[in-house]
């Protein structure tokens, strides 16, 4: 069965996670997020049964590292163990994106959420598993999480709210753009889930947790509501820059931003009037959040500071498909 779905960007970010040792208590949230599901980053899924030999896994084309699909693997197995199937059968599973990996584009959002639909796909059949579209999308989110948190929130859209556990869509016609402007493809030197574990050092997390977050979200849920990116825009910088700001507090610090990223954010802080605004994840890239196509203005900006970018254009998405 092959299962196609997009990352996600948050509005309100999910960093810091309870500890776990089973499985589905994995990637629980410490904190409610919120986030925009995407449409033109995808990540393709196929997983079959195979009838002999090992299983097997490729990621974009070739055979994945020894970690990769363990992690991949175990995933599968935990499904079928938590729908009473046998856990050791074999399966080759190909997942490729259509988007460069390590572009700050949450890669693991889209990977967990076209495996666990492909996985289901494959071992319920094509109609149980469209179920999990509609009736079941929390279970389907519930089981994605497990992978890796942030993938709670890519199994719907065009927004969605997770409460550290379970995630449900808010339901919308407000259509917005991400601007992905990537100023390095190197791979993150933390991965987002040893940042998670570090930010629980920082002196200013207890007060974010306690104070700031939730807050904000039901704020950014109101411009949601309203539509109104004016409202909105400066909540998710402010989000963007306490994520960062906390991180960078960790004992020891974890800084994921580059010269560029700070020398952009001051331009645009600079300007004095803008329609759109900026946020960033456990990495370098920047994400321009607009209504209207902005590439022009930011290529022209890059132009002016000297600094090369690649650019990703997305925007607002419906969640994952299920194919055949
Ligand atoms: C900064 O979902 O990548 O993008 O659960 O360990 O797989 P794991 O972490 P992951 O964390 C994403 C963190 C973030 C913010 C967000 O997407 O909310």
Redesign the pocket.
């Known amino acids: 069965m092959i299962a196609s779905a997009s990352p996600?960007?948050?509005f309100?970010?999910?960093?810091g996670?309870r500890s776990s040792t089973a499985w589905h208590d994995?990637?629980i949230?410490l904190n409610p997020?919120l986030?925009l599901t995407l449409s033109q980053a995808r990540t393709e899924t196929e997983v079959r049964r195979r009838s002999a030999g090992p299983s097997a896994v490729f990621i974009n084309q070739q055979p994945a590292s020894e970690k990769d699909s363990q992690k991949v693997l175990t995933h599968v197995r935990e499904i079928c163990r938590e729908l009473g199937l046998d856990p050791q059968s074999a399966f080759e599973i190909h997942s490729k994106n259509n988007f460069p990996q390590g572009t700050g584009i949450?890669s693991?959002?889209s990977a967990?959420v076209a495996l666990t639909l492909a996985t289901l796909g494959e071992v319920l059949g094509r109609e149980q598993a469209r179920s999990y579209l509609t009736v079941k999308n929390s279970e389907l989110s519930r089981l994605a999480?497990c992978?890796?948190?942030?993938?709670a929130?890519s199994v719907a859209g065009p927004f969605m709210k997770w409460d550290g556990e379970f995630a449900t869509p808010i339901a919308s016609t407000w259509k917005l753009r991400d601007t992905i402007l990537i100023f390095s493809r190197e791979h993150k030197q933390v991965?987002?889930?040893e940042?998670?574990e570090r930010v629980l050092s920082s002196p200013l997390y207890q007060e974010r947790l306690a104070m700031r977050v939730r807050p904000r979200l039901a704020a950014v849920e109101n411009a949601i509501a309203q539509r109104d990116l004016h409202l909105l825009g400066p909540l998710i910088e402010e989000e963007a820059e306490e994520?960062h700001r906390v991180s960078e507090s960790g004992l020891p610090p974890v800084i994921y931003q580059k010269a560029e990223t700070r020398q952009f954010i001051a331009a645009l802080k600079a300007q004095t009037s803008r329609d759109f605004y900026f946020t960033l994840?456990?990495g370098p890239n920047l994400h321009v959040i607009s209504e209207r196509p902005v590439r022009g203005e930011m290529e022209a900006l890059l132009h002016k500071l000297g600094i090369t970018a690649e650019i990703w254009e997305d925007w607002t998405g419906e969640g994952p498909v299920l194919h055949s």
Do not use: L, Q, V
């Open positions: 996600n960007i948050a309100i970010k999910y960093w996670k994995r990637n949230g997020s986030s949450a693991s959002a967990f999480r992978g890796s948190g942030s993938a929130r991965p987002s889930t940042g998670h994520m994840d456990a």
